[in-house]
């Protein structure tokens, strides 16, 4: 049978709690970091529980998120990109995809040009290709394409990217007023699931970076 503690542990506890005090600056202190962890915690779970979500539908065009390219190919994320979006023409969903992105080394050709082509090769006729070429981020590519489309009267649009990067993304369209859904590639080959971990952190830790100047 429990048996409540004997009144001399009580009388220690209160002499510890007398020697060593939460002074109010302690309290604000373990308060302010305790808010912290929350908010990061619920910025990842955001970032996490987003990558699951496929809101395909029909939409004028398909925006696909720029990526590196390695010379005339384009890497393995940028390719499962496009593959994504091919897959998301031939279903109907979009008649106009934009590929988006810069170039990575003088003299090569840029992303949205590699991209262009290996689509092209694959079927995609040339009549529904839209292509930037000059971008460095997401919140260029998406300007750049927006700008593109708005020259051909396309408003609405299926986002592409890898699905850790659908978060951010979608964010940074709603704040250019576009009318945006997330349609993310699920089949980037992972090298490992560190490298997996490692783009999940990376875009927890850029969506962060996005939303703190608005928390401020």
């Keep these: 049978m429990w048996r409540p503690p004997p009144l001399r542990y009580y009388k220690q506890m209160a002499h510890v709690a007398h020697r060593f005090p939460i002074r109010p600056v302690g309290v604000a202190l373990l308060g302010l970091v305790a808010v912290v ?122 986002l592409v990217s890898t699905p850790f990067h659908m978060r951010r993304a979608v964010a940074v369209a709603g704040d250019l007023g576009m009318e945006v859904y997330s349609s993310p590639t699920r089949t980037i080959p992972w090298i490992s699931p560190f490298t997996r971990f490692r783009a999940y952190a990376r875009e927890v830790v850029g969506y962060l970076a996005y939303l703190l100047p608005r928390t401020t």
């Design 37 to 158: 962890a929350l908010f990061i915690a619920y910025v990842a779970f955001d970032v996490y529980w987003f990558a699951q979500q496929d809101q395909a539908r029909t939409a004028d065009a398909a925006i696909v998120l720029g990526a590196a390219a390695y010379g005339q190919r384009p890497s393995p994320v940028l390719r499962e990109r496009i593959n994504h979006a091919l897959l998301l023409y031939e279903q109907g969903y979009v008649e106009s995809v934009i590929f988006t992105g810069g170039q990575g080394d003088p003299g090569e050709p840029s992303e949205g040009e590699v991209a262009a082509r290996y689509a092209l090769a694959r079927g995609l006729p040339a009549e529904a290709i839209v292509v930037e070429t000059t971008s460095t981020s997401t919140r260029e590519n998406l300007a750049n394409a927006q700008a593109l489309a708005a020259a051909q009267g396309l408003d609405s649009f299926l």
